[in-house]
């Protein structure tokens, strides 16, 4: 089965400072991996996935494979990037996503 | 920027009333789920739908849940009898292809009481 782990459900860093929420999976395929954002009483959006490589609001997330990760990262934190963030895991073929636990960040100034 | 809007915002049910969550997802999406998140927990899968019948769904998704798409725009998730247990955030989001992810709608409050 798969599962997505967030170890950190808190997570509270300096205005400025790197940030990096860590995220890792358990499938033994391909996994199409996503980063969602939660912004207060919002809904939720996506933030990465990971075939785009893209970066979003500074955030950067690269998946390995050896060590079934996909860690989001931001190398200056801002205080608008207060928020829960999920990790989601989707199975090319199947239609769902798992989700982790979500970790909320706090960017204190 | 195309939504997925749900309605209502929250909603209070006596417990073993019949509830009805509505979502209209963006029009040129093809597949639409519902998922769910109880306080504190992490979001749930509870169902997918594509071509007018379920194509995936949880084994939270028993016999007291239902959804339909009666007329090509709404996308509803009725429950049956309502139990305390379903109180949740249930989120509705739908995809038009397999690479762009999910949009999510702001999901409805089901309280029961």
């Known amino acids: 089965a798969q599962r997505v782990t967030q170890p950190e459900k808190l997570l509270s860093v300096f205005k400025g400072a790197p940030v990096e929420l860590k995220c890792n999976y358990s499938?033994?395929?391909?996994?199409?991996l996503f980063w969602y954002v939660q912004y207060s009483r919002q809904r939720l959006q996506l933030l990465l996935r990971h075939i785009s490589r893209e970066s979003i609001k500074g955030f950067t997330a690269d998946l390995n494979k050896g060590e079934t990760s996909f860690h989001l990262k931001k190398p200056f934190a801002q205080e608008e990037d207060s928020a829960m963030y999920y990790c989601?895991?989707?199975?090319?073929?199947?239609?769902?996503?798992?989700f982790g636990q979500g970790t909320r960040l706090t960017i204190n100034p | 920027e195309p939504e997925v809007t749900q309605t209502p915002s929250h909603q209070v049910t006596q417990m073993g009333q019949e509830v009805i969550l509505r979502c209209v997802p963006i029009s040129n999406h093809l597949y639409f789920y519902w998922y769910r998140q109880i306080l504190g927990q992490k979001v749930e899968f509870l169902v997918s739908?594509?071509?007018?019948?379920?194509?995936?769904k949880s084994e939270i998704f028993d016999d007291q849940f239902s959804v339909e798409r009666p007329d090509g725009s709404n996308f509803t998730l009725k429950i049956r009898s309502t139990k305390l247990e379903d109180s949740a955030m249930y989120f509705c989001a739908s995809r038009d292809t397999w690479v762009y992810g999910y949009t999510f709608g702001s999901g409805t409050r089901l309280t029961v009481v």
């Open positions: 739908f594509y071509n007018n019948e379920i194509s995936e």
């Open positions: 989601a895991l989707s199975v090319q073929g199947a239609q769902k996503l798992v």
């Open positions: 499938y033994s395929g391909s996994p199409e």
